[in-house]
């Protein structure tokens, strides 16, 4: 049965217009790894992830992406390594978070590039988490980068590439129907929950958290629904500073022509513990999950 737009890892607004390394020695897909992914049926591709139907029902299968992307995709490039570096990162935190007791789509990664996830309905909304200014709130505000915020600050994008992702408020998101106030409440709970969490974690090993992006969706289990974390959260998610020398750990290094995002995305791994200073970490591409 074919699966409608609510369920396939992105949702339909109201009126139907919301679109949705050296020390890795990473190499590119073969041809026989593409051939494999072809086969699989396809439900959504987006700027840095593409999803593939799951092996169970009410499962999908997530596939990291080497793509770098700014500005609503008007700057691109492919970056080897970027796509295993993200899925070990966020397969970190999404399983922490899981043992916290924060809801998550994760279920187990599957190999370099892939996740297993749970499917859910996602909420048309990007949320955005900031600790300190840096950034479009800077721009828009005239407020210097690196000022701490007197206290973290929740805004909400509607996620439309052809609208560039607008900002909007709460009575936007509930007049438009994108999500209830209920519902509302359950995310922003989860984000405040989320930044308690990611600020301590990255302080621990000297790292800043900035600000971060994340999307919720809706996961449904029998009459029961409930708002959960979806997406990813890595350093193409996040506004990452080393604490001593503000260097960037993120992706405005793509942004701002810095260079070095593969190195910078590796060293948080480093200090996460995700990997080892020299270890080789061979990516054996996607594999069909059975």
Known sequence: MERSKEHCGRSA???????????????????????????????YEGKGKILY???????????FKDDATAFNKKKHEIIDGKGVINNRISEYIFSHLNR??????FIRRLNMREQLIREVEMIPLEIVVRNVAAGELSTRLGIEEGLVLPRSIIEFY???????????????????????PQELDDVMALAIRINDFLTGLFLGVGIQLVDFKIECGRLYEGDMMRIILADEISPDSCRLWDIETKDRLDRDRFRKDMGGLLEAYQEVARRLGIINENEPIRATGPVLVK
């Open 13 to 43: 607004s109201p009126e139907s217009w919301c679109p949705q390394v050296s020390a890795f020695r990473v190499r590119p897909p073969t041809k026989n790894e593409n051939r494999m992914n072809n086969r699989r049926r396809r439900i």
């Open 100 to 105: 916290i007791g924060i809801p998550t789509h």
């Open 53 to 63: 139907e799951g092996p169970e029902p009410g499962t999908l299968v997530q596939f």
């Open 158 to 180: 509607f996620k439309s590439d052809a609208l560039e992702d607008p900002m909007v408020s709460e009575e936007h998101i509930t007049a438009f129907g994108w999500a209830s």
